[in-house]
């Protein structure tokens, strides 16, 4: 027997002891104990949740502040909350079954890391991955075992207030970003995530959070589903449903989507939740007459746990004993909620009775703060400004976050800047105190005085994370008011201007663009942003980070990765790239997936193809570039590789990213980089909701970012 073999072997009779321990649990639990270990409440208190806790009628507690600016955080300290209601479940209950609790721990906890769209202009699957366990440790320090996150929607709209929470709006990036999230905060082998939100959330339009949606089976199979697939496949431990609709159904209703697709075509094992009172809500979206009506519809679509509405707790026994729900959902509802707990340690042989967290770890992991907001920042531009020379003289700093560490933090978070250093303290740390002027951006006719006695200006203009999260749509994708105004006077001036914007969405930059000398831009990177992006700016640290999803010319401009489909008339085929889009209006984006420059630079050449056929079962290509470090500094080059299927039995998109490498290179230097091309990559869902590869042209693109690349042609059949 193999050593794999063997691993197998044990595996699945862990596999089957479980399930026979959750067999006993099953047969001794009431239906009203069942119901619930189903009902998911909101911030648990041992004094006043005392008698719920020990009647066995909650089985999970979520704590959860700081979707918007609030600075809110859970009850202090949450690790003592969490122990007092431990020991109520445990020693009070007629059957001693541990609580689940979950947060919204989105981008770290106790070090509070870039935002996931920045995580994801990391192009860094093993940063990410390590962000995310670092930020599990912490929260199962504290008495957590699950997090409400990746936030895996496919989103083209850059005016949306969650854009920020996603990972960007192509889906090969969206998928192996959200499975390294999920890899991350599961490498514990205890801690859980919750992939969000199934399925189309992304859709909504920039003035509704939540809405309904059309999503025809092109879309849904090739775009919104595939980042959902990923990370059930990845081994995500939770699914949450989104609180829109689709074409007219609900999600919380969704039958065919959820327990047709997600758990029985693609066996899902683990718990789908809902979101926050979203059972509740089919009241009001008008298909449930009430809210015994809604938790029936939301049973029988397979939705697992209750989030707050208490539509579970108060009408499940009495659906059961009608016949309205059947048992064995009911049953299998309470498996995988109970899976989810002893997956989570709840139930292992010598637990602490009381439930005791783990000792705290570090209050925050600094180099790897650092090391994400680096490598999350991407330069949009440079006229050889940065990084800046000691020999430009003066520097002045200003603009609204120069003195406001915590408006860098972004939304979901668990501090309130307090104890980070602000960018003016970490610039001024590293330079003489003749060397800086400060404006902390209250008064912009001081800023443009003091512009004019330096010699070089560095603007921290921006988003304030009060205008991302949950409900924070804007009409427009421009900066805040008053800001370009400001930067058109500091560049009247005629002197260096460098201008870095921080935000949570991509953001509409061409007048910045076309003013300033160096644009550098951060999504709000977290407790590390002052020291980071002073060594970003002074070159002790290089911004490597490339653009998750385009960037817009106008706000009409979406802000998509590389999944517009091909048109009848193809806009390639002539100059007029306006036809059939607005009059009197820039169409294409300003810049595209995967841009990013760098303190160096790279050049490509000789690409070439192992063979000029690839056939269709089991075949293997080779495509390769040779890319050399053109510039004087050693770099990170991100080599990029697209494809593009030129006749199949759907219209497929222009352009598909299939596959990334990351490069170091020191000066002079080159190497030679390949990617395996096999006909999986060319897969999708037809007509007839069928998995297909078709036989024909297909051409291979490799180059820095989706407009800049060589191609070649190859056949697959």
Not at 179 to 193: E, I, K, N, P, T
Not at 473 to 488: D, I, K, N, S, Y
Not at 659 to 686: C, H, M, N, Q
């Amino acid at each position: 027997m193999t050593t794999s073999t063997r691993s197998q072997t044990r595996r699945g009779t862990a596999d089957i002891e479980l399930e026979t321990r959750i067999d006993a649990l099953l047969a001794a639990l009431t239906v009203e104990e069942k119901v619930g270990q189903l009902h998911l409440a909101f911030d648990l208190d041992p004094e006043d949740h005392r008698e719920e806790i020990a009647a066995g009628l909650v089985g999970a507690g979520i704590y959860s502040h700081g979707a918007n600016d609030v600075r809110e955080t859970p009850p202090a300290p949450l690790a003592g909350t969490i122990a007092a209601c431990q020991r109520i479940a445990r020693e009070e209950s007629r059957l001693g079954i541990p609580l689940l609790f979950g947060s919204d721990v989105v981008h770290g906890m106790r070090t509070t890391l870039p935002i996931p769209l920045g995580l994801a202009a990391t192009w860094d699957t093993e940063l990410v991955r390590e962000a995310a366990a670092r930020a599990a440790a912490e929260a199962s320090a504290e008495g957590l075992h699950l997090t409400f996150a990746p936030m895996v929607d496919i989103s083209a709209e850059h005016r949306w207030g969650r854009i920020g929470e996603t990972l960007g709006g192509e889906p090969q990036l969206t998928s192996r970003m959200g499975a390294a999230l999920v890899h991350g905060f599961q490498s514990d082998g205890r801690f859980g995530a919750t992939a969000k939100h199934f399925v189309g959330y992304g859709l909504v339009d920039a003035d509704r959070d939540q809405q309904t949606l059309s999503i025809g089976p092109n879309a849904l199979h090739n775009v919104h589903l595939r980042p959902f697939r990923a990370a059930v496949e990845a081994g995500c431990r939770a699914i949450m449903v989104g609180l829109h609709d689709v074409d007219a159904i609900p999600m919380h209703a969704h039958r065919r989507l959820i327990r047709d697709l997600l758990k029985r075509e693609w066996g899902f094992t683990g718990v789908v939740t809902s979101d926050w009172d979203g059972i509740g809500q089919l009241v009001d979206q008008g298909i449930a007459e009430d809210l015994r009506d809604a938790a029936r519809q939301a049973m029988l679509a397979g939705v697992d746990l209750d989030m707050v509405s208490g539509a579970y707790r108060d009408h499940l026994p009495e659906l059961v004993a009608a016949g309205d729900v059947e048992l064995w959902m009911l049953d299998d509802a309470v498996r995988r909620v109970l899976r989810l707990k002893f997956r989570a340690g709840l139930f292992d042989a010598g637990a602490d009775p009381a439930g005791a967290p783990a000792p705290l770890p570090v209050r925050r992991d600094t180099m790897l703060a650092r090391r994400a907001a680096a490598a999350s920042m991407v330069l949009l531009k440079n006229a050889d400004i940065l990084p800046l020379h000691s020999n430009l003289g003066v520097i002045h700093l200003c603009g609204p976050f120069v003195e406001d560490a915590g408006g860098l933090l972004g939304s979901w978070v668990y501090e309130h800047g307090e104890d980070t250093v602000t960018p003016a303290d970490a610039l001024a740390a590293q330079l003489d105190p003749d060397e800086l002027i400060i404006s902390d951006g209250r008064f912009a006719d001081l800023a443009v005085r003091h512009a004019d006695a330096a010699d070089v200006t560095v603007a921290l203009v921006g988003e304030h994370p009060s205008r991302s999260g949950e409900d924070r749509c804007l009409p427009t994708a421009e900066l805040p008011v008053g800001q370009l105004e400001l930067l058109r006077e500091l560049a009247s001036l005629g002197k260096p201007l460098v201008v870095v914007v921080a935000a949570a969405r991509p953001l509409e930059l061409r007048p910045v663009l076309q003013l300033a000398d160096a644009v550098l831009l951060i999504w709000h990177p977290g407790a590390e942003a002052g020291p980071t992006l002073a060594d970003v700016l002074l070159g002790h640290a290089a911004p490597t980070g490339r653009l998750p999803m385009s960037l817009p010319q106008t706000n009409r401009t979406p802000a998509l990765g590389t999944i517009e489909r091909t048109i009848g008339r193809r806009l390639g085929r002539s100059r007029d790239t306006s036809f059939g889009r607005y009059l009197n209006s820039l169409v294409n984006p300003e810049l595209t997936l995967g841009f990013g420059l760098t303190y160096t630079s790279f050049a490509y050449s000789d690409l070439e193809l192992s063979r000029a056929h690839l056939p269709m079962r089991a075949g293997v290509v080779r495509a390769s570039v040779e890319v050399v470090n053109t510039g004087f500094r050693p770099g990170r080059e991100v080599v990029q590789l697209y494809l593009r299927d030129l006749v199949a039995d759907i219209v497929r998109p222009q352009l598909e990213l299939a596959d990334w490498r990351a490069i170091e290179l020191d000066p002079g230097r080159s190497t030679r980089v390949t990617f395996k091309i096999t006909p999986d990559l060319f897969a999708y869902t037809d007509r007839e909701l069928r998995r297909r590869i078709d036989p024909g042209a297909v051409d291979v693109i490799i180059g820095p970012n989706a407009a800049l690349g060589s191609s070649a042609r190859l056949l697959l059949g």
